[in-house]
DNA sequence: GATATATTAAACTCGATCGTTCAACATAAT
DNA sequence: ATTATGTTGAACGATCGAGTTTAATATATC
């Protein structure tokens, strides 16, 4: 065991190592739940030893503090980060809010973001205010830059959307709503042809009741992907 | 401390000692996880010696997952009997599909459905195999149930609807996909403001993409339904 | 090279918790 | 009244984990 300071370990720089220590935190703070997360067990992992880890942080709520907001905020980013990707233009729309759903989930169906999912959750009863926080730091960022896309998109007559927020929400919501159900809360991994189709069908829905030039006045947008939807 | 046989332990009969602890354990795991749950406080909540509940379950994980499947049943038959008030006639469809949502989420946003929720994101890592037994006996029986009433509702003409699989999820993701953010999570208690403005931007969406006959072409199926909705 | 700082392994303190044991007690049926 | 079963409080053994201490070592700065 004692994989302390062999060949494996690098020794690299000082700083790398609380990012080290993050990492390692949060993968056995998921993977085992807080109470019985060890941190002993979070610093093999980090390949560090354990007066470093309270040499870095406080102790282990503090720790815990700094992983979720740490992640939050991240993940959040990364999530932004995709929206830029949905054109201002009209142009092929479906097409456009597949590809963001698609990229946004891919951050929310990251092992990383699944992981702060279920800690949240997990802890929300222990740790009230960091939900918020998290929130604030995470969440609002994506609703916000959302809500903006899409209002650009209404005021330009291609969306018909009176308040954008509601909009962003229920897109998220039509477009990732399925999903703890298909990775049972991101423990089992999602086939892309289910993913695929869950997004597919989010998005339809989503342009039927917002889509401000319905091709054909009684028809469904589009085909979308005939999508078994086995089970 | 000893609060033993006083006259405040009714020492009622012996098999409802069971659902005690079940009950007692529910709301502790809730509040501490599975972790950090002592047995002792559990069996001093249910008003129960300790002894007594490794009596009933064999050990903690073994009283851990009768509570998760035993909570996931009881949710789930509640929400499928709250299904029965959505009429198959399309009278008034906002207002029954608003009841429907509503009383859909107040069984969700009980303290006991919230519970189960968040116990089970806590522990879906440690207990892979919970999450779908319990996905068995209470999502399934729902999404299934609802999907049957909104089936009968489209073939009759009221909605347009071509896979009632499909649109029940949607239906429910719309209608219910901001309360964790609304409730921090089940933590914090929703203004019955802020749930009927939710359930009505949720069930306004779901029509304007589902709704069969809409009155005006151009105009949302309800301007959010102001709804008196006592309560 | 000398000095200050960060890291390491190991051992230690201290408290908490699981699960068990046991003697006394309650309850129901015989 | 007696027997069988379930409950109770209390204490116990064993383990486990958070957080600290220490002496030695590696690194960075001067």
Partial sequence: MTTGRNAST??????DKRAA?????????????????????????????????YNHFRDKENLFRTVILDGAQRTGDRIVAALDLLPDDGADLAGALTRVARNVIDCQLNDEGWALQRLMYAEAARFPDLFDDALRLGGAHVHIALAGRLARLAHRGHLDIDDADLAAGHFLALVSGDLPTLSALGTRAVTDHDLQAAIAAGVNTFLRAFNATPPDPNR???PTTRASTSR
């Fill in 220 to 222: 469904r947008p589009a």
């Fill in 10 to 15: 690098p020794l690299r720089g000082r700083i």
């Fill in 21 to 53: 220590i993050l990492d390692a935190a949060l993968r056995v703070f998921v993977q085992e739940g807080y109470g019985l997360a060890r941190v002993e067990t979070i610093a093999e992992r980090a390949g560090v030893a354990k007066p470093t880890v």
